[in-house]
C-alpha cells in the first residue's frame, strides 16, 4: 500500500519540527546558561564587578560599605558557585543589597568643554555573555548611566591630579589567598581606571587579569607575594613605575657587590673606576675593562632574566633600571668574562658587603661654564642648576653663539622661567590627558603653553643633550627647548615616561604609576617611544675606554660644521 502525502500530514510535519526546534533551543539555551566556570573565570569576573562598583555605584563610591570586607565574603562565596547562573544570582542579590540607585539627569548631559581621549574606555565587558546573564548586564548598564558624581571615597582631586585615599593596608606579608587576590584586584582596577597608558601595554589589561589569578591563587609564602606583585606592577610597561620590596632587594638583587662603577656600552659594560673597600685585597678588575658574561649570562640575558620584575617603558628604560644590578650578588664572589687588551678573560671576583664599600665624595661640577676660550659657547648642567641660579647664568651665557643644556638627569623645576628668557613667544608645546573623575577611565585632553613674548629671547643655537636618563620632567624641559627657533637635540631616544606620577601603596609596598598622559600639541604619543634626537649618537666601548664624552663632542662638532 503506497503512502500519500496529504496536506494534513504537511502541517502536522511541520508542527513536529517546529516543537524539537524549540525543545533543542530551550536545551542549549539551558545549557548555556548553566554552563560550567572555571576559577580564573569566576575571579575575573568579580575582580571587574568589585571595582566598577567600588568607583562607580553611589552608595559604594561614597563609602558606605567596607568594601574589602565585602570582596572577601564573594571570595569565599565563589568556591559554592558552579556555573554561570549561580554566579549571576550572587551578583544580581549583591547589586540589590546596596540600595537604590537614583536616576542621573546629568550623567547623560556630556560636556561640550572637554575633548575626550577614549582609547582607555571599555566597559564592553559588562555585556560578556560567557560570564553575565541579560539581567546583570542590564543593572550594571544602570549603574554606568547613573553612576557616582562629585566626591569619591577612594580617591581625591588636587589641581587636576588624582590621589588614592581611605585604602585598608593588611601589611606586606602573605597570610592567605583572599588577602592577595584582594591586593591584585585593587591594583588592577587602579590600572584600568585610572592610568593614562593603559591601552599602551604589551598585554591587554585584561589578559594580565587572567594571566595573574592562578599566580596570585599559588602563592605560598612573603617571597613569592613580592615577586608575584612586581610581576604585576612590571605589566603596566612604565618606567615611572617600581615596586619597594625589601624582600626583593635583600634576596633577589643581594646585599653584596663588586665595588666598580661602569657604563653600558654596545650591550657591555666598560669599568670606569675601582672603588676603595675596607678589606685590603688584590683587585682583580682594573679600568678599562670590558665585562660582558656575568656567573654565564649575557648581559642582554641578565636584563632580560631582571627585567621581568623591574618596568620600563621600553628596552633601553629596562637597560637603564636593571643596569646597576649587574654585580649584586649574595654569594662571596662572581664569575665574569672580560675584554682586556684585546685579550678575553675568565674571572672569579670577590663581592662585599656595601657597609665596607668606601664612597667617594663626589666632584663639584659647575652648574654652568663657558667650553672654549673664546665664550662662545655655553654649557648648562641641567641637574643640578637651581630656580635661584637662572638670572646669574643667563647673564653670563647670553652673549654666546650657542649653549648646550645637558639634560641627561633630572631637572630642578626650571622649565618656566628657563622659557622665558629662551623662547621669542608663547607657544603650545605639550598636550596632557586629565583622568574624568566623573566618568572613570575617560581621560580628557588640554593643551599646554608655555613662554612670553619676547623680542629679547636667546639669538644662538639651543643644543639639547638627551639619553635614556632623560625622563618624565626632562623630556617635557626637552619639549620646552625644542620650540626654540634654532634647537637640536642630540644623543638617544629618551625613557618614554611623562606625565606627573601617583603615589600610592599595594600590600603596603610603596610603588606608582604616571598618572597624566602627555603628547605632542599634535597628539603624537612620547610615552614608551621618548623623544626621539635629530642627531642620534650613543656611547661606544672604546669612547668610555678613552674617557670620552661622545655625545657631547658631538654637539661641539655640530656648533662647528652645522650638522
Same mark, same amino acid.
Given at each position: 500500500m503506497g503512502f500519500t502525502f496529504t496536506f494534513d500530514r504537511f502541517n502536522q510535519l511541520v508542527s513536529l519540527m517546529k516543537s524539537l526546534f524549540i525543545i533543542i533551543l530551550s536545551f542549549l539555551s539551558f545549557n548555556f546558561s548553566a554552563q560550567a566556570l572555571s576559577e580564573t573565570q569566576k575571579l575575573e569576573s568579580l575582580c571587574k564587578v568589585w571595582g566598577f562598583l567600588k568607583y562607580y555605584h553611589p552608595h559604594v563610591a561614597k563609602g558606605d560599605f567596607d568594601w574589602d570586607r565585602q570582596l572577601i565574603q564573594k571570595i569565599d562565596e565563589l568556591d559554592q558557585i558552579d556555573d554561570k547562573v549561580q554566579l549571576n544570582e550572587l551578583y544580581s542579590k549583591w547589586i540589590s543589597s546596596l540600595g537604590k540607585v537614583d536616576d542621573c539627569k546629568k550623567c547623560l548631559i556630556p560636556s561640550r568643554e572637554k575633548v575626550y581621549f577614549l582609547r582607555n574606555f571599555d566597559l564592553t565587558w559588562i555585556n560578556d555573555r560567557r560570564l553575565f546573564d541579560e539581567k546583570v548586564s542590564r543593572e550594571l548598564l544602570f549603574i554606568q548611566n547613573n553612576r557616582n558624581l562629585g566626591s569619591n571615597h577612594y580617591f581625591g582631586i588636587g589641581g587636576k591630579k588624582v590621589y588614592f585615599k581611605n585604602e585598608n593596608s593588611y601589611g606586606s606579608k602573605f597570610t592567605s589567598k583572599q588577602t592577595s587576590l584582594l591586593e591584585l584586584f585593587r591594583y588592577w582596577n587602579l590600572v584600568e581606571y585610572f592610568f593614562p597608558y593603559k591601552y599602551q601595554t604589551d598585554q591587554n589589561w585584561n589578559d594580565v587579569l587572567k594571566e595573574m589569578i592562578p599566580k596570585f591563587t599559588e602563592i605560598a609564602n612573603d617571597e613569592d607575594y613580592?615577586? %608575584?606583585? *612586581?610581576?604585576?606592577? %612590571?605589566?603596566? /610597561? /612604565?618606567?615611572? *613605575?617600581?615596586? =619597594?620590596? $625589601? !624582600? !626583593?632587594? %635583600? +634576596?633577589?638583587?643581594?646585599?653584596?657587590?663588586? $665595588? @666598580?662603577? =661602569? #657604563? +653600558? *656600552?654596545?650591550?657591555?659594560? @666598560? @669599568?670606569?673606576? !675601582? #672603588?676603595?673597600?675596607? &678589606?685590603?685585597?688584590?683587585?682583580? &678588575?682594573?679600568?678599562?675593562?670590558v665585562i660582558y658574561d656575568i656567573n654565564g649570562r649575557t648581559i642582554p640575558q641578565m636584563v632580560n632574566s631582571l627585567g621581568k620584575y623591574i618596568p620600563a617603558s621600553n628596552s633601553w628604560g629596562k637597560i637603564n633600571k636593571v643596569k646597576n644590578l649587574f654585580l649584586f650578588s649574595n654569594n662571596d664572589s662572581i664569575a665574569l668574562k672580560i675584554e682586556r687588551d684585546g685579550q678575553n678573560l675568565s674571572m672569579t671576583v670577590p663581592t662585599y658587603l656595601l657597609k665596607d664599600i668606601i664612597p667617594e665624595k663626589p666632584s663639584v661640577r659647575k652648574k654652568w661654564e663657558f667650553l672654549d676660550s673664546d665664550h662662545k659657547i655655553g654649557y648648562v648642567n641641567m641637574g643640578i642648576i637651581e630656580r635661584s641660579d637662572l638670572d646669574d647664568m643667563y647673564k653670563d651665557l647670553k652673549s654666546t653663539t650657542s649653549i648646550i643644556f645637558d639634560l641627561r638627569n633630572y631637572p630642578k623645576l626650571t622649565i618656566f622661567p628657563l622659557s622665558k628668557m629662551i623662547l621669542p613667544e608663547k607657544s603650545i608645546y605639550y598636550q596632557f590627558n586629565f583622568p574624568e573623575t566623573d566618568y572613570l577611565s575617560k581621560f580628557y585632553s588640554a593643551k599646554n603653553s608655555i613662554g612670553r613674548k619676547n623680542p629679547d629671547y636667546y639669538k644662538g643655537n639651543v643644543v639639547v643633550l638627551v639619553d635614556e636618563n632623560t625622563q618624565s620632567q626632562a623630556e617635557t624641559t626637552t619639549i620646552m627647548f625644542k620650540q626654540h627657533p634654532k634647537a637640536k637635540v642630540i644623543g638617544s631616544n629618551t625613557s618614554g615616561a611623562n606625565g606627573d606620577i601617583i603615589r600610592f601603596k599595594i600590600a603596603d609596598l610603596d610603588t606608582c604609576f604616571t598618572g597624566l598622559g602627555a603628547y605632542y600639541p599634535d597628539g603624537r604619543e612620547t610615552q614608551r617611544i621618548g623623544i626621539i634626537p635629530d642627531i642620534v649618537i650613543k656611547p661606544t666601548v672604546k669612547g668610555v675606554q678613552k674617557g670620552k664624552d661622545e655625545v657631547l663632542e658631538r654637539a661641539l662638532d655640530y656648533i662647528k660644521t652645522g650638522f
Amino acid at each position: 500500500m503506497g503512502f500519500t502525502f496529504t496536506f494534513d500530514r504537511f502541517n502536522q510535519l511541520v508542527s513536529l519540527m517546529k516543537s524539537l526546534f524549540i525543545i533543542i533551543l530551550s536545551f542549549l539555551s539551558f545549557n548555556f546558561s548553566a554552563q560550567a566556570l572555571s576559577e580564573t573565570q569566576k575571579l575575573e569576573s568579580l575582580c571587574k564587578v568589585w571595582g566598577f562598583l567600588k568607583y562607580y555605584h553611589p552608595h559604594v563610591a561614597k563609602g558606605d560599605f567596607d568594601w574589602d570586607r565585602q570582596l572577601i565574603q564573594k571570595i569565599d562565596e565563589l568556591d559554592q558557585i558552579d556555573d554561570k547562573v549561580q554566579l549571576n544570582e550572587l551578583y544580581s542579590k549583591w547589586i540589590s543589597s546596596l540600595g537604590k540607585v537614583d536616576d542621573c539627569k546629568k550623567c547623560l548631559i556630556p560636556s561640550r568643554e572637554k575633548v575626550y581621549f577614549l582609547r582607555n574606555f571599555d566597559l564592553t565587558w559588562i555585556n560578556d555573555r560567557r560570564l553575565f546573564d541579560e539581567k546583570v548586564s542590564r543593572e550594571l548598564l544602570f549603574i554606568q548611566n547613573n553612576r557616582n558624581l562629585g566626591s569619591n571615597h577612594y580617591f581625591g582631586i588636587g589641581g587636576k591630579k588624582v590621589y588614592f585615599k581611605n585604602e585598608n593596608s593588611y601589611g606586606s606579608k602573605f597570610t592567605s589567598k583572599q588577602t592577595s587576590l584582594l591586593e591584585l584586584f585593587r591594583y588592577w582596577n587602579l590600572v584600568e581606571y585610572f592610568f593614562p597608558y593603559k591601552y599602551q601595554t604589551d598585554q591587554n589589561w585584561n589578559d594580565v587579569l587572567k594571566e595573574m589569578i592562578p599566580k596570585f591563587t599559588e602563592i605560598a609564602n612573603d617571597e613569592d607575594y613580592h615577586l %608575584t606583585l *612586581a610581576e604585576l606592577v %612590571t605589566k603596566v /610597561d /612604565d618606567s615611572h *613605575a617600581f615596586l =619597594y620590596s $625589601p !624582600i !626583593i632587594n %635583600t +634576596y633577589q638583587h643581594g646585599r653584596r657587590k663588586v $665595588p @666598580v662603577e =661602569y #657604563i +653600558y *656600552a654596545e650591550g657591555k659594560l @666598560v @669599568v670606569t673606576k !675601582i #672603588i676603595h673597600h675596607k &678589606l685590603n685585597e688584590e683587585r682583580a &678588575l682594573k679600568t678599562g675593562d670590558v665585562i660582558y658574561d656575568i656567573n654565564g649570562r649575557t648581559i642582554p640575558q641578565m636584563v632580560n632574566s631582571l627585567g621581568k620584575y623591574i618596568p620600563a617603558s621600553n628596552s633601553w628604560g629596562k637597560i637603564n633600571k636593571v643596569k646597576n644590578l649587574f654585580l649584586f650578588s649574595n654569594n662571596d664572589s662572581i664569575a665574569l668574562k672580560i675584554e682586556r687588551d684585546g685579550q678575553n678573560l675568565s674571572m672569579t671576583v670577590p663581592t662585599y658587603l656595601l657597609k665596607d664599600i668606601i664612597p667617594e665624595k663626589p666632584s663639584v661640577r659647575k652648574k654652568w661654564e663657558f667650553l672654549d676660550s673664546d665664550h662662545k659657547i655655553g654649557y648648562v648642567n641641567m641637574g643640578i642648576i637651581e630656580r635661584s641660579d637662572l638670572d646669574d647664568m643667563y647673564k653670563d651665557l647670553k652673549s654666546t653663539t650657542s649653549i648646550i643644556f645637558d639634560l641627561r638627569n633630572y631637572p630642578k623645576l626650571t622649565i618656566f622661567p628657563l622659557s622665558k628668557m629662551i623662547l621669542p613667544e608663547k607657544s603650545i608645546y605639550y598636550q596632557f590627558n586629565f583622568p574624568e573623575t566623573d566618568y572613570l577611565s575617560k581621560f580628557y585632553s588640554a593643551k599646554n603653553s608655555i613662554g612670553r613674548k619676547n623680542p629679547d629671547y636667546y639669538k644662538g643655537n639651543v643644543v639639547v643633550l638627551v639619553d635614556e636618563n632623560t625622563q618624565s620632567q626632562a623630556e617635557t624641559t626637552t619639549i620646552m627647548f625644542k620650540q626654540h627657533p634654532k634647537a637640536k637635540v642630540i644623543g638617544s631616544n629618551t625613557s618614554g615616561a611623562n606625565g606627573d606620577i601617583i603615589r600610592f601603596k599595594i600590600a603596603d609596598l610603596d610603588t606608582c604609576f604616571t598618572g597624566l598622559g602627555a603628547y605632542y600639541p599634535d597628539g603624537r604619543e612620547t610615552q614608551r617611544i621618548g623623544i626621539i634626537p635629530d642627531i642620534v649618537i650613543k656611547p661606544t666601548v672604546k669612547g668610555v675606554q678613552k674617557g670620552k664624552d661622545e655625545v657631547l663632542e658631538r654637539a661641539l662638532d655640530y656648533i662647528k660644521t652645522g650638522f
